[in-house]
């Protein structure tokens, strides 16, 4: 909990929930239990670019209304003053990203070029956006930790060796027989920096 490197997902993490990946999913006809991308991926060309033409037009629109999670700023600025590293890694798209953090008034403690969408790198949860910022960052993955609220935020720091930070109010019972684990799970980010704050500063 005092690494060097910290390695955020935004949505539903750094800002409030909002997306309902379940009428999307419904909309564009993929079965509720499939991610996303993965569900398009043996789609056309042509009607898989469709189907991602609606799914930015959704992504912009709760970007505009995004709002920071809670305990957010107090963590940022806790880790920012103690020399940490900041960066994201979304499955969203890396600009509709920045847009969200401005709008939530987060992109002051982020580099942009430290924010990798799903064009940036096999999305998550392959662990490729992870270790291409620890290469750019010259941080081995035993100093870093990967904070998401979700399975693939998990899966993506398992699959990149780092440390694994689950942040949500209430794990569903079927993650608990997950075949990922995670290394620590809190309800909110005031939790984060609680447990931050009590692991004192590193040697």
């Given at each position: ?37 993965e569900g398009l991926a043996p789609w056309s060309p042509a009607d898989r670019a469709e189907a991602f033409a609606r799914i930015e037009a959704w ?145």
């Open positions: 909990m005092r690494a060097r490197a910290w390695i955020f997902d935004l949505d539903g993490t750094l800002t409030v929930a909002s997306h309902d990946f379940a009428a999307m999913k419904r909309s564009l006809g993929l079965p509720v239990d499939q991610p996303i991308l992504e912009w629109d709760h970007a505009a209304t995004a709002r920071p999670a809670p305990g957010a700023h107090a963590l940022l600025d806790a880790l920012r003053d103690d020399g940490a590293v900041l960066g994201i890694v979304t499955r969203n798209l890396a600009p509709i990203a920045w847009h969200t953090l401005e709008v939530i008034g987060l992109q002051r403690w982020f580099d942009r070029t430290h924010v990798l969408g799903r064009t940036c790198a096999a999305p998550k949860p392959a662990g490729d956006g992870l270790r291409r910022l620890l290469d750019r960052w010259g941080h081995a993955p035993a100093d870093a930790v990967m904070v998401g609220d979700g399975l693939h935020d998990v899966g993506a720091g398992r699959a990149a060796g780092v440390t694994t930070v689950l942040v949500r109010d209430a794990v569903p019972p079927t993650w608990h027989g997950a075949e990922v684990g995670w290394d620590h799970h809190h309800r909110d980010l005031h939790g984060v920096l609680d447990a931050w704050v009590a692991a004192g500063r590193p040697a």
